[in-house]
């Protein structure tokens, strides 16, 4: 099975910030990885998916890339907003597997 | 503007079985094209899929639970449901129903559409 590695599990930055997120497959899944944002005590929400395409409604200061095993979400300017636990999850087969999660605080 | 809701009982005695329903409003499960799927979260932990079903039946599983699932779907009535034998205090988490577009591939696209989660506790 294939395994998705996050990191760090948990960051802290500054509003304004430049934030990355790192997720690894244990095995190249193309571009068949989501990302999503859950914030405290809600439901998660879809970001991104096939690693770098926005899902309509979320704030372009979002992307994402990748390809293979390697992928990243970044942040490009931090909101107060954008606290949040982000998961990534690999739909390469019909086994769907999450990350471990990140969870992103402001400093 | 498709939604879903979760239902069922928040408390199960261990070694009962864990039933709960998806109810689909806003669009029809029988029109095809998407898999239905059960997701849960434990207590401060991460997300952990369960499975998903098709309108015709077919269904796919975790390997990690699939001794103990069974999901199945009415269209009659538009919902999906989760059942979940055994069921002891590792199964309790909130579990949300989800849908994902089947792509050309027959694989599951990413879970665009959420429940509201409904907690279920483990307790006897």
């Known amino acids: 099975d294939i395994q998705m590695t996050q990191s760090p599990s948990s960051l802290s930055a500054s509003v304004g910030d430049r934030v990355t997120i790192t997720c690894r497959a244990s095995q190249g899944i193309s571009n068949y990885l989501a990302w999503y944002q859950q914030k405290p005590g809600k439901v998660p929400k879809l970001l991104i998916y096939a690693a770098s395409t926005l899902q309509s409604g979320v704030p372009s200061r979002f992307s994402g890339s990748g390809s293979g095993t390697d992928f990243t979400l970044t942040i490009s300017s931090l909101q107060p907003e954008d606290v949040a636990t982000y998961y990534c999850?690999?739909?390469?087969?019909?086994?769907?597997?999450f990350g471990g999660g990140t969870k992103v605080e402001i400093k | 503007q498709v939604q879903l809701q979760e239902s069922g009982p928040g408390l199960v005695k261990p070694s009962q079985t864990l039933s709960l329903t998806c109810t689909v409003s806003g669009g029809s499960i029988s029109s095809g094209g998407y898999y239905w799927s059960w997701i849960r979260q434990h207590p401060g932990k991460g997300l952990e899929w369960i499975g998903y079903?098709?309108?015709?039946?077919?269904?796919y599983y975790n390997p990690s639970l699939k001794s103990r699932v069974t999901i199945s779907v009415d269209t009659s009535k538009n919902q999906f449901s989760l059942k979940l034998s055994s069921v002891t205090a590792a199964d309790t988490a909130v579990y949300y129903c989800?849908?994902?577009?089947?792509?050309?591939?027959?694989?599951?696209?990413?879970?665009?559409?959420w429940g509201q989660g409904t907690m279920v506790t483990v307790s006897s």
């Open positions: 999850q690999k739909y390469n087969s019909a086994l769907l597997t």
């Open positions: 079903i098709y309108y015709s039946g077919s269904t």
């Open positions: 989800a849908r994902t577009e089947r792509l050309s591939s027959g694989y599951p696209d990413a879970f665009d559409i």
